[in-house]
């Protein structure tokens, strides 16, 4: 059974983000909706990588948004920059990021980091990717160590038989 505070974070982080332009709305998104586009995007076109599926990094920021041990300051900030990328995106072509296409998004993320701000935020998205690409896998992310096997890495030994929240 879902815990009261867990289900009423899940629910937050499912909530819509609205984009309005002088009191009309013009799209609608969620906050993992539109991290879910940018980290496939920050993974354009990576050949030599693993594969978002087997990095998995949506799973792995569900983990962060639902941890007891990252503060609401950070979480806020996370959901935050959702939203700031998708204004970026309504600035630049007035629809959300989401509904872009791969070129148009690729030029609203140099847009976004262009801002120190953008490029804060999307280190921090990247240092997620990360974390989901080299954990062990029992967090959600490197998929059979997909990220270990990139890397070169062994695992350690004996691996965890349940996450450590």
Not at 44 to 55: G, L, N, S
Not at 73 to 80: A, F, G, I, R, V
């Amino acid at each position: 059974m879902i815990k009261r505070r867990n289900f009423l974070k899940a629910g937050l982080l499912s909530s819509v983000i609205f984009l309005a332009s002088q009191e009309k709305i013009f799209a609608a998104t969620t906050t993992l909706h539109t991290l879910e586009c940018m980290q496939r995007d920050l993974l354009y076109d990576a050949k030599v990588m693993p594969t978002y599926e087997q990095i998995n990094p949506n799973k792995y920021i569900l983990i962060i948004f639902n941890h007891s041990r990252i503060s609401d300051e950070e979480k806020e900030y996370l959901k935050n920059g959702a939203t700031w990328l998708n204004e970026e995106a309504m600035e630049m072509y007035k629809t959300s990021y989401v509904s872009l296409d791969s070129e148009k998004r690729q030029r609203v993320l140099i847009s976004f980091s262009s801002h120190n701000w953008g490029s804060d935020y999307i280190y921090k998205i990247l240092s997620y990717m990360m974390e989901s690409m080299l954990g062990d896998p029992i967090y959600g992310g490197n998929k059979n160590g997909s990220g270990w096997d990139f890397v070169g890495h062994i695992g350690g030994q004996p691996s965890p038989k349940e996450a450590y929240l």
